[in-house]
C-alpha cells in the first residue's frame, strides 16, 4: 500500500482556521483515509498533534504522537473533554499552522477525554502533561481557535504582520 499523501496545512491568519468543526458522522474508510494523510502530514512537518480543521477538513477529528519515537499515534474523532483539572500551568507552544512562533499558553495540567476510534468505538483517554497539553490545543482548533488568540492583542498583530509578509514573500520566490 502506498504512503499517504501529506495535505496542505493553513496558516494564520488564513480565516478557515476560525471554521468551527462539525461532529463525524460517520467512521468510515474516508475517515480512516484522512487520519492516514493526517498522519503523514503531522510527521512530515515535524509536530505532535494536528486537527482537521488545520487541513481544511471542518469535521471533529485530531490526530496526536507526542512520543520522541513517533510511534504512539492517537487519534480522537469528536473528542469531548469530560474533566479538567482546575491546576493550570503556563508552557511554550508553537503550531504547525502558525509557523516558527512559540508563546506561553496556560492549559489545565491533567485532562479526560472521550472519543472515537478508528473503529468508531467510544474509549477514554486520561492525559497529563505534554498530552494533555496537546489535547487542548487541537481541540481548540475544532473550535476555531488557534493559540495565538491567547495572547496579547499586540502580539498577535506582530504575529500575523510577520507571517504575512513570510507568505507574500514565498509567493514571490
Known amino acids: 500500500m502506498p504512503a499517504a499523501q ?9 480565516p478557515r482556521l476560525h471554521t468551527v468543526a462539525r461532529p463525524v458522522a460517520a ?3 474516508r475517515i480512516r483515509l484522512l487520519v492516514d494523510r493526517m498522519f503523514a502530514t503531522m510527521y512530515e512537518a515535524n ?9 481544511d477538513v471542518h469535521e471533529r477529528l485530531v490526530v496526536i504522537d507526542v512520543s520522541e519515537e513517533r510511534n504512539q499515534p492517537m487519534v480522537l474523532i469528536n473528542p469531548e473533554i469530560e474533566w479538567a483539572s482546575p491546576e493550570k500551568r503556563k508552557g511554550e507552544e508553537g503550531c504547525l499552522s502558525v509557523p516558527g512562533i512559540y508563546d506561553g ?9 472521550r472519543a472515537l476510534d478508528t ?14 497539553v496537546c489535547i487542548q490545543h487541537e481541540m481548540d482548533h475544532l473550535l476555531g481557535k488557534v493559540f495565538v ?3 496579547s492583542p499586540l502580539k498577535r498583530d506582530r504575529i500575523k504582520s ?3 509578509k513570510a507568505q507574500r514573500e514565498a509567493q514571490r520566490a
Not at 7 to 14: A, E, G, K, V
Request: glycine fraction near 8%; charge should be negative.
Open 6 to 14: 501529506p495535505l496542505p496545512i493553513l496558516c494564520f491568519p488564513d
Open 27 to 29: 467512521v468510515d474508510e
Open 47 to 55: 509536530g505532535i498533534g494536528l486537527a482537521a480543521t488545520q487541513v
Open 105 to 113: 499558553v496556560e492549559r489545565s495540567i491533567a485532562v479526560r477525554v
Open 119 to 132: 473503529a468508531g468505538q467510544s474509549r477514554t483517554v486520561e492525559a497529563e502533561g505534554m498530552l494533555a
Open 149 to 151: 488568540e491567547y495572547l
Open 162 to 164: 510577520k507571517l504575512l
